[in-house]
């Protein structure tokens, strides 16, 4: 038997992750590599740092990336704020709060769970009668960009009844970092972490963490130890941060993964954190308005819908599985199911970084609308026109 080099095929990315990268980041992966400990890569991990600072909005000291994906930054959160016993109430609307659960437990906590339906946001009113009725929770924990729906929850609101109620707030911003305004400082974000391969476009395999002061603290005092060694933050910091200017050896970074998260975080800087968001709005709504011109619908309602994510619900008799393989088979374009109660039954159309442009928004809505039209599901013509309508109405807006 005989192996050749692997050579994958060019896609475009508009499912719930990975995005498309930008080439300067599959560059920079490409670079010598140098030691983990070589004063070139300390000087780049400070800078790696700082830009997650500006990236999550915050001045936290802890701030670092996990080298593993982000449901390592989601474990890492759980293992070192979690203590056996520890009552942590855990918001469930779609599939991630789910799994902010069974790390509770896996931890030896006990989740109070509040539900929402799939689709919806965390209702925070649900959560103040929960912290109410439990007033000996120490956590609360729950997700911001919710993938498996498109649905956005209002971090500031839940940080504030946390607080109120004497509870750390934790909270997973995998798919809203870059994306949707996230402002860890203001509104009182005690742990959060995120993945790199979503709205800051780099390749997979990295996830930003912080942790506030009040979250170090708790860290800091607990009784037990970290049942995870790897992600141990006292570990962790030693390498990341170290101890009268000495960094001790934890694990080996990945260092041309680390080239790429800091060349995307560049390109964030770039743009600016302001001006990245209005972009993933303004594809979201062109998107929407081909969507809607062929006659589809959201699964969110509006005011609540993730721009990043956009789960649209499969119209009636049609085989949501054969619309994505004609999609990957004919236009090269992947598109994502749906999970859970929605499997089979939505549509996740990602508009992640570098994937939220305006030449992807076109491709989409036509190659979906022909191959729905070809299934005599949509007639055809619809989707395009609506859009390049959207992109001219927000030009004109702005020019005004
Ligand atoms: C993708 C995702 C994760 C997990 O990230 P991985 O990098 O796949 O491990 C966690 N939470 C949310 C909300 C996500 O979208």
């Not at 437990?105 to 339906?117: K, L, W």
């Not at 141990?232 to 009268?244: E, K």
């Not at 960094?247 to 001006?275: C, D, F, K, Q, S």
Request: one cysteine or more.
């Amino acid at each position: 038997m005989t192996f050749s080099s692997f050579a994958p095929p060019v896609r475009t990315l508009m499912g719930p992750g990975p995005s498309d990268v930008d080439p300067r980041v599959l560059a920079a992966m490409s670079r010598p590599i140098i030691g983990h400990l070589d004063p070139a890569f300390i000087a780049m991990m400070e800078e790696v740092r700082e830009m997650m600072r500006y990236a999550f909005q915050t001045q936290n000291a802890l701030t670092l990336p996990i080298s593993a994906p982000g449901s390592a930054g989601m474990e890492a959160c759980f293992a070192n704020l979690v203590e056996p016993g520890d009552k942590v109430i855990v918001c469930i609307n779609g599939v991630f709060g789910g799994r902010m659960k069974e790390n509770v437990e896996r931890c030896g906590g006990t989740a109070i769970v509040v539900e929402d339906d799939w689709g919806q946001p965390v209702s925070p009113a649900k959560v103040e009668a929960a912290l109410a009725e439990h007033p000996d929770a120490r956590i609360l924990a729950f997700v911001h960009a919710e993938t498996s729906t498109g649905a956005c929850s209002d971090v500031q609101a839940l940080c504030e009844l946390a607080h109120r109620h004497g509870c750390l707030s934790l909270v997973d911003t995998v798919t809203s970092l870059g994306g949707s305004p996230l402002h860890v400082d203001d509104w009182g974000v005690d742990a959060v972490y995120s993945g790199s391969q979503k709205c800051l476009s780099c390749t997979p395999g990295l996830s930003p963490v912080s942790f506030s002061e009040a979250a170090i603290e708790r860290i800091r005092t607990r009784r037990t130890r970290v049942q995870s060694w790897f992600l141990d933050m006292n570990l962790v910091m030693g390498y990341w941060i170290g101890a009268g200017g000495k960094r001790a050896y934890h694990h080996t970074a990945p260092v041309n993964a680390l080239y790429a998260l800091h060349e995307a975080l560049v390109i964030l800087h770039e743009e600016g954190l302001e001006a990245s968001w209005a972009r993933h709005q303004r594809h979201h709504q062109a998107l929407r308005a081909g969507i809607e011109a062929m006659g589809l619908r959201f699964l969110v309602d509006a005011p609540h819908r993730l721009p990043q994510l956009n789960a649209i619900l499969v119209p009636d008799g049609v085989d949501e599985a054969a619309v994505r393989k004609a999609l990957l088979d004919h236009y090269s374009l992947e598109i994502g199911a749906g999970l859970g109660p929605y499997a089979g039954r939505i549509w996740r159309i990602g508009l992640m970084g570098q994937a939220a442009n305006e030449r992807n928004v076109l491709l989409c809505l036509s190659a979906l609308e022909s191959v729905l039209a070809d299934m005599g599901a949509v007639s055809s013509g619809q989707a395009v026109p609506a859009a390049h309508a959207a992109y001219r109405g927000a030009a004109q807006a702005k020019a005004a």
